[in-house]
């Protein structure tokens, strides 16, 4: 893997880079070079297209009427569809619905009710996991276990054997760190444990083989890699043969089997669609659809191999200014970010969206960069890490203007 | 209440109309009379207006930042405070999440947890917030009882007595009937019971005084009368001094106290944020907030009685054709819709749409048309009567072209 250590060099890259034309997809604003996609993805040009097809055609013009004949109805499952092809499941076992926390707790909740034993989260993971843990326990009684950040504890073959269910990012939020699926799901079915995969941080960017690594339940949000819209709605990929075994408590009408005979009683729909609830936001959601299909013949290994060029290009030159990164080292696999210390991180931060490098900050002292291989060239990498060396050589993030705190994204 | 008997006698309710103005604030599509606004409200042109900022300025411009610099972290509580002087609660006791049925779950089992006993919902409603209470005893084992639908069991004072929570409907989607809050809620406090109102139907039409009712715990749709947009968030209302006091089990990160310290253990927000779950679909979200715009200054009671007079005038026509009608009678307290029996039901829906009059069909035999007053005149239901009488006349709907089934909405 090679690392440029001249613009001239990340230019060579960029032009022999076989993701190129995706950049073409988007229009990213003038004078920005934007390295949060990790948190809120850029939009594609087609999803604003579509977005602006739903509201003034779809639902000005065509009214109610579009639930059947702009296929409405069926836009949890096409673009379920969509996402199942990118994290490497067949194609029926994803629907898109609600978000990442309300998905969890349904997985949690089925497997449960199927299975009743402990149920645990990874300490230090995005904490929404855990939280919706806490509240299946208060609510169930279930048994609440926080398996150790670090440590023996940590690692698959430290499960403690009376677990049941786990809940477990793919992609740290923080350090970027890869679990290894096959590993963990290895360990987990000699123990009879079933894993949550949480895919924020993973699909759209690392090369999944979600089916074959032997996962079964997964959530993921829809506004990260995948660039589906501030708060895009979430999916759920439950595998087809565990699906007809598990019924989920939030059995809202979207998920019954005949919604539209307003029975009295609950019939859960076949596969993952009994993972639906109510109705869901279709204007969001259609801008997801049209997202997505820029995946569309796009090697997942190839997106992954490119965030690790980009990722260690930013890396070595942050080495190079004498600071410490939290995130798996240069050649490690790795997700799309790293995350620096810095005692004077939010300053930082600010000095660099004021010179339109737009990172963002997590408490207390990290400053979190995110390389989108769909738009985020080897030269935008390059460019960003002079001006950083320029902001911490002059230390501009000195000036006062940059102190003042806002809520934090 | 007049009822006109001649299109010029409705030209001139029109003239009237306190709402007449409302009417160019929507952009309806040209030769449609559209009676569906009960399913899905047309929309108002501020929002298309705000659905193309949000995209095209605060996504595509702004990206990441525009979660604090366009008040995306608030529109939760920006649009639930709107909602709140619609349904007449106090403005910090509403914030709009997730869809209807998930905040019937969080509410009934919140409530559930901090006093278990029965839970029931009415038979007969709309079956989501059935489905989710079977989907609730399932998990817990709480026992469930289905209260009937007509008779004195349908009464409020004929609630068992070791009833704990009941769901129940504000306006009937089938029938329209109004119920009577205070009465439910006098009966309901008499034996500690705790009704979960689903205002889907209400909410934006009816003059709900919902605080002086008595009422504590609300949920309801923003794709119908609030005109939000198709499967625009749901709201959850819940009066203060009862929020503190409960924990609802989808404690995902957006309800935490402190979202952005990303502490391992969950501690709940103030009052109904502590409803909130995870990251809300923002573009769907921004639409909503920009249609509740509409209701400001608007008098809910000039809004129902709009709605009675419409209705009126339409089923005043329907009977003179001979239908019979499933909804309270001309004069009588009604929602926004009224729904027909007749036995080629579908067909006659089908024959009406095809000559511009939306209306819709629900299973077995019934025709529903809604009468939003925002942009529903009294001319339209004038014509719209026309051509029912046509088509009936006629027996038009006998064409085969109108038996072909799809789905329906």
Chains 1, 2 share one sequence.
């Not at 893997?1 to 880079?17: C, F, P």
């Not at 408590?249 to 859960?268: R, V």
Request: contains cysteine.
């Amino acid at each position: 893997m090679t690392i440029a250590s001249s613009r001239a060099q990340a230019e060579a890259l960029d032009a022999t880079d076989p993701l190129r034309s995706l950049r073409d997809q988007f229009q990213l604003p003038e004078g920005v070079i934007y390295l949060d996609g990790n948190s809120l993805g850029a939009p594609p040009k087609a999803a604003l297209a579509r977005l602006r097809h739903t509201a003034e055609s779809e639902w000005r013009q065509d009214l109610v009427k579009s639930w059947n004949t702009a296929g409405w109805f069926d836009l949890p499952k096409t673009s379920g569809a969509k996402i199942a092809t990118i994290i490497g499941v067949a194609p029926d076992d994803v629907i898109v619905t609600d978000n990442v926390s309300v998905n969890v707790f349904k997985l949690a909740s089925a497997l449960w009710t199927s299975a009743p034993g402990a149920i645990a989260y990874m300490e230090g993971e995005f904490p929404t996991d855990g939280y919706i843990l806490q509240g299946l326990s208060q609510l169930t009684g279930a048994r609440l276990l926080r398996i150790p950040e670090t440590g023996l504890g940590a690692t698959p073959d430290a499960l403690p054997t009376d677990l049941r269910i786990l809940v477990k990012s793919t992609v740290h939020y923080k350090t970027a760190t890869v679990a290894d699926i096959s590993a963990w799901e290895q360990a987990a079915a000699h123990k009879g444990i079933s894993i949550i995969w949480d895919l924020s941080h993973a699909a759209g960017l690392i090369d999944l083989d979600l089916a074959n690594a032997g996962a079964q339940y997964a959530v993921g949000c829809g506004y990260k890699y995948l660039n589906g819209g501030p708060g895009a709605p979430a999916f759920i990929y439950v595998a087809r043969k565990a699906a007809e075994k598990l019924d989920q408590p939030l059995s809202g009408w979207m998920g019954h089997a005949a919604p539209f005979d307003f029975a009295d009683d609950y019939t859960p729909a076949p596969g993952v669609q009994r993972f639906a609830s109510g109705t869901p936001p279709i204007l969001s959601l259609s801008a997801l659809d049209a997202a997505l299909d820029l995946f569309a013949g796009v090697s997942m290994a190839a997106v992954e191999a490119k965030a690790a060029t980009l990722g260690d290009l930013f890396l070595s030159r942050c080495v190079q200014l004498g600071l410490q990164s939290i995130s798996p080292t240069i050649g490690a696999r790795r997700g799309g970010h790293i995350a620096l210390h810095h005692d004077h991180a939010y300053e930082v931060v600010q000095a660099l969206i004021a010179q339109g490098v737009i990172g963002d900050f997590r408490m207390p002292d990290l400053i979190r960069f995110g390389f989108s291989p769909f738009y985020i060239q080897h030269t935008d990498i390059w460019d960003a890490a002079e001006i950083l060396q320029s902001i911490l050589a002059n230390q501009s993030w000195r000036d006062p203007a940059f102190a003042h705190r806002q809520p934090v994204t």
